[in-house]
């Protein structure tokens, strides 16, 4: 069955959904997101070309559908003379069904290709109803439709359960759950489902309540978030997943799946300070204080930890009173912890309460560069997957990095980078594509340099889905992975690179030139399409009408005595007259300052400052 037989589906109305019904919401999902995922970009508040929560959502269920199209593929699940995943449901006492596992693939699929914070969350809610869906057809819920199809299928009342599901798993994600974010789009489809389901509603009443809750709770997000306010948009990530409930209605109803909106309509929208390398709009994990807690903690601090599952509870509470940015992540004994803390001490004090910790690492923060990062959409600017040097003498740790850029990608292997994925902002690398460049290293342990904040919730997966020992280094942007690659020594190992990496990383100020894509007001005040903007620690510092005026303007903010080296990396758009201006420009300011300059490549950045 190809996409354009979806809506065959759902010719009549559907009073139950069997495992071909669940394919074809998630073909549904993933067809009317990309429709919608510029629109869904443009909910961003900052005006530089971010906004890459469509982008995500949309390329985290591409990866789903395509693991439901293999799982399918592969068991041979077929009607008689149909196409390969035409699915026949199996009847009563007879073979585990194929709800089993579409449900598997959507969970694997969705964990697998997660893209960014919010295809983190995304796949966590996908998980959810995966395991509602599961759980009922383990429970042996039966159905009948309309068409006379018998099997294992999911009723109202599956429905609404897997629903809570999802919103629970979303929310158990995060130490401190956020309103106004996807996860109060989450909470208002399952508690308006619920409710219908509880009333004896039918499947087509549900999913239309559920959508009504979810969109009620979406137009409420800027009353509960005052950035969104400001700004006057709603949550980007609960746009993405209201459209969830439109592809529910599409299969069960036979709905149309809605237009999108002209993106042209967006309104120019106030800003400010921008950090941890997420929009405004969609606060990425849902967690409170990541946008600035870096800022006012000084501290990271990571360990394994070998605990009872049921003592992580009063764990979290304990932590709750000592940091923030708080992600405990794990189960069966084992948990991989992570806070930001003004008292180390107290952080590890709370983990020998619980149990052993060990594997710790603790970061300083202080100078950690806090900033957004963005390459274009689908470009293959740095190779369209992980590319390597030549195989060498096996080292103890190897190193893969994130880069665009045919001379960043150059520059990372002159550093001893192994593999380096091509990616950035608004192209984020998949799980799965973390997880390949870390199984070609020739080395038991790796260290991974994101060079995005918004990479570093997929990054973090990797660890638990390898035999090998991953660390991801805390690097916010390609300078800041130079400079921690200046400490890296292969022969150590993984945690004592990881240490001195981030610390080497943490010394270096970094500047960039890029173009503004919408209006926008802000503290520098009025920001026009087109005008050029020079942007260092998530914060735009410079609003110009050229390029090179940008970048001296930005340069002269950052440059201070005690510098000795400014390097210039030229993208696409630098001009040698301009790079002439700024050398010109510092040797005439700074005299005494070294001064590099090497063709970078990257898209959208005419420049790249490293300053030390």
């Avoid at 399952?190 to 509603?201: I, L, P």
């Avoid at 549900?206 to 009620?216: L, N, Q, S, T």
């Avoid at 120019?268 to 409170?288: E, F, H, K, M, R």
């Avoid at 003498?393 to 994130?402: C, E, F, L, N, Y």
């Amino acid at each position: 069955m190809d996409r354009g037989e979806v809506s065959i589906l759902a010719v009549t109305t559907l009073e139950a959904l069997d495992a071909a019904d669940v394919r074809a919401v998630i073909v549904s999902f993933r067809d009317v997101l990309q429709t919608h995922r510029e629109a869904i970009n443009r909910l961003n508040v900052y005006p530089v070309p971010d906004g890459d929560t469509g982008t995500n959502m949309a390329l985290t269920v591409e990866s789903t559908v395509a693991a439901i199209e293999r799982s399918l593929g592969a068991t041979g699940d077929r009607g008689d003379g149909g196409e390969a995943g035409d699915l026949v449901p199996a009847g009563p006492g007879g073979p585990a069904p194929a709800m089993d596992r579409v449900c598997e693939a959507i969970a694997h699929g969705s964990l697998m290709g997660a893209r960014g914070n919010s295809g983190v969350i995304l796949s966590q809610l996908l998980r959810g109803l995966a395991d509602g869906f599961g759980e009922a057809a383990h429970l042996g819920a039966e159905r009948d439709d309309k068409q006379g199809r018998s099997g294992r299928v999911v009723g109202p009342a599956e429905l609404a359960r897997a629903l809570a599901t999802a919103d629970r798993l979303a929310r158990e994600a995060v130490m401190r759950p956020v309103e106004g974010t996807i996860l109060t789009v989450a909470r208002g489809a399952a508690g308006a489902a619920t409710e219908a389901a509880e009333a004896g509603k039918s499947l087509v009443e549900v999913v239309h309540a559920a959508r009504a809750g979810a969109a009620d709770a979406l137009a409420r997000t800027p009353e509960l978030l005052s950035v969104l306010a400001d700004a006057g948009v709603v949550d980007a990530g609960g746009t993405g997943y209201l459209l969830l409930f439109d592809a529910l209605s599409h299969v069960v109803a036979g709905t149309p799946l809605p237009e999108p909106p002209p993106v042209k309509g967006v309104a120019p929208v106030a800003i400010g300070t921008v950090g941890s390398g997420q929009s405004v709009t969609d606060p990425g994990n849902g967690s409170a204080g990541s946008a600035t807690s870096l800022a006012n903690l000084r501290y990271e601090v990571m360990y394994l930890l070998d605990a009872p599952d049921e003592t992580i509870p009063h764990f979290k509470e304990v932590w709750a009173g000592v940091g923030d940015s708080i992600v405990v992540v794990g189960g069966g004994g084992l948990w991989n912890c992570h806070i930001h803390t003004d008292d180390i001490g107290a952080a590890i004090e709370a983990a020998i309460d619980a149990g052993r910790p060990h594997s710790i690492r603790v970061t300083d923060l202080l100078e950690q560069v806090e900033e957004e990062r963005w390459v274009r959409e689908g470009a293959g600017t740095a190779g369209t997957g992980p590319s390597e040097t030549p195989p060498g003498p096996r080292r103890t740790t190897g190193a893969v990095a994130v880069a665009a850029g045919d001379g960043i990608g150059r520059i990372f292997r002159s550093l001893g980078v192994q593999r380096v994925i091509a990616g950035g902002q608004s192209m984020n690398p998949s799980t799965a594509e973390m997880l390949e460049a870390v199984e070609a290293v020739d080395a038991d342990e790796v260290v991974v340099l994101p060079n995005n904040d918004n990479i570093h919730a997929v990054a973090g997966r990797v660890d638990a889905l390898t035999s090998k020992k991953v660390r991801i280094i805390p690097t916010a942007t390609i300078v800041e992975g130079f400079a921690a690659l200046l400490a890296y020594d292969p022969a150590a190992h993984v945690d004592t690179n990881a240490v001195a990496m981030a610390a080497s990383a943490a010394r270096v100020v970094p500047g960039e030139v890029t173009r503004a894509v919408r209006d926008a007001d802000g503290p520098r005040g009025q920001i026009r399409t087109g005008d050029w903007l020079g942007v260092s620690r998530g914060e735009i510092k410079v609003v110009s009408p050229s390029p090179s005026d940008a970048g001296c303007r930005l340069l002269d903010l950052l440059v201070e005595p005690g510098h000795d080296l400014v390097t210039i990396f030229e993208g696409e758009g630098s001009t040698a007259a301009d790079t002439r201006r700024l050398t010109e420009w510092l040797h005439e300011h700074w005299p005494d300052v070294d001064i590099e300059v090497h063709h970078g490549g990257q898209p959208l950045y005419p420049y790249l400052f490293s300053i030390e």
